[in-house]
Nanobody, 122 residues
Framework: QVQLVESGGGLVQTGGSLRLSCAAS????????MGWFRQAPGKEREFVAA????????YYVDSVKGRFTISRDNAKNTLYLQMNSLKPEDTAVYYC???????????????WGQGTQVTVSS
């Protein structure tokens, strides 16, 4: 069992930056692949980025490549998402998730946080 708690969301202007954190507790953090997903009002939850347990492999959705960076600190049991050059279309609730293998699909992840709101004003 893994418990996940996101933080770092907020209101930012277009072009601004935010860093999301996801604190994990429970089983050994480093054995899990981790992902960030987001859900805008009226839309399906979508994949944003994922990282392997060691941090050596990462995936990104095309719309955030070059702007967002996923990373993890296994010593601190924490996952991060650095978001730069934010756009209004990035507005959503952002969720972190843990799973047994690296994937872009929601079904691969067994544990989810409660989410943190990111709002980008134009």
């Amino acid at each position: 069992q893994v418990q996940l708690v996101e933080s770092g969301g907020g209101l930012v202007q277009t072009g601004g930056s935010l860093r999301l954190s996801c604190a994990a507790s429970g089983r050994t953090f480093s054995i899990y692949a981790m992902g960030w997903f987001r859900q805008a009002p009226g839309k399906e939850r979508e994949f944003v980025a994922a990282i392997s347990g060691s941090g050596g492999s990462t995936y990104y959705v095309d719309s955030v490549k070059g702007r967002f960076t996923i990373s993890r600190d296994n010593a601190k049991n924490t996952l991060y998402l650095q978001m730069n050059s934010l756009k209004p279309e990035d507005t959503a609730v952002y969720y972190c998730a843990a799973g047994n293998f690296l994937s872009r699909t929601k079904k691969a992840y067994d544990y989810w946080g409660q989410g943190t709101q990111v709002t980008v004003s134009s």
